[in-house]
C-alpha cells in the first residue's frame, strides 16, 4: 500500500557538508494471506419436467443454473462481509473457510466493551470476540474514520445493516437538504442520509442484506478485492435415471491489500 501521508523526513535527509548520510531503516513487506474456499451448487432436473410446456420460460435447467448462479454471488458476499469466523485451512474432511472482512481488520477499529479484536498470521485469520452493545454515534464514525485516513486509507463506503443505515440518516452532524417540488407535484418527505462528508471526504452509506447489522465497515475499495482461483465453472454431472444433473463451482477468496486501509465499528445495537 503506498504511503499517502505526507513525508515529514526531509529534514532528517538533509547533512551538512562533508557529512556522510547515514542509511534509513528500511521494513520489509508483510505478506497477508488467505485461503480459498469452494462454493457449489447442483441442479437435478427431471426428464419429465424439461420435456414439458413451462410458464415464463424455455428450459427449467438453464433458468435454474442462472438462479443457482445469483445464490453463489450471495454466497460470496456473505463469506466476504457477513461471516465473523476465523479461516481455516481445512482437512480431509473439513472444508477450507476464507477469512472475511469482520476477521481481517485490526488497526481501525472501534468495539464495544469485552470486545476483542483480530490477529493475522499468514492465512490464519483469528475471530474477533463480540463485546457489549451500545447505539452508533457521529463521535464513533469520526474517530474510525479519521484513524483510517491517518494509516493512509480513504473510508469511501461505509456498509451498515438495515437497522444502522436508518440510525445513520439519523446523525445530526451539519444536514443540508435541498429538494424543488412543483406546486402539482406530491410533497416529498427526506429521511435518508446516503452520503456522510467528514473532514477527510466523502463516505457513501451503503445498506447491506447480508451482514451482521451489528456491525458497521468502512471500505477503501483499493484495497479489497475477490481473488478468484477458479471463476464460475459449470459442468455436467453422472447421469442417474431419468434426470439431468449440472452443478455449478467457485474457489475464491477475500484479497486484503492492506487491513490498515479499512476499518470497523463493532458491537453496536440492533
Not at 37 to 57: P, W, Y
Not at 244 to 252: F, G, M, T, W
Amino acid at each position: 500500500m503506498a504511503d499517502r501521508r505526507s513525508c515529514n523526513s526531509r529534514r532528517e535527509q538533509t547533512g551538512h557538508e562533508g557529512d556522510d548520510i547515514a542509511n534509513n531503516a528500511v521494513t520489509p513487506t508483510v505478506r497477508i494471506g488467505n485461503y480459498t474456499q469452494i462454493l457449489a451448487k447442483t441442479v437435478q432436473i427431471s426428464g419429465t419436467l424439461e420435456a414439458t410446456d413451462k410458464a415464463g420460460r424455455a428450459g427449467e435447467m438453464a433458468y435454474q443454473m442462472a438462479r443457482r448462479a445469483k445464490e453463489l454471488k450471495l454466497d460470496l458476499e456473505f463469506a466476504f462481509s457477513a461471516e465473523n469466523a476465523a479461516s481455516s485451512a481445512g482437512s480431509s474432511s473439513t472444508a477450507r473457510v476464507m477469512g472475511g472482512l469482520e476477521s481481517g481488520l485490526s488497526t481501525n477499529i472501534s468495539s464495544g466493551t469485552s470486545g476483542s479484536t483480530t490477529a493475522i498470521s499468514g492465512a490464519t485469520w483469528t475471530a474477533p470476540t463480540d463485546g457489549t452493545q451500545r447505539a452508533l454515534t457521529e463521535t464513533l464514525v469520526k474517530t474510525v474514520i479519521k484513524s483510517m485516513w491517518t494509516n493512509g486509507g480513504d473510508p469511501k463506503i461505509a456498509m451498515v445493516g438495515p437497522v444502522n443505515k436508518q440510525n445513520f440518516s439519523g446523525l445530526a452532524g451539519i444536514a443540508a437538504q435541498r429538494y424543488m417540488a412543483e406546486g402539482s407535484s406530491p410533497t416529498t418527505i427526506i429521511g435518508a442520509a446516503d452520503l456522510y462528508v467528514s473532514d477527510f471526504g466523502e463516505t457513501a452509506i451503503v445498506p447491506s442484506r447480508i451482514q451482521r447489522d451489528r456491525t458497521a465497515l468502512f471500505v477503501d475499495p483499493e484495497y479489497a478485492a475477490v481473488a478468484m482461483l477458479r471463476d464460475f465453472q459449470t459442468s455436467d454431472l453422472a447421469k442417474t435415471g431419468d434426470s439431468e444433473r449440472k452443478q455449478i463451482v467457485v474457489e475464491a477468496t477475500l484479497e486484503l491489500r492492506n487491513e490498515k486501509a479499512h476499518g470497523k465499528i463493532a458491537d453496536l445495537t440492533v
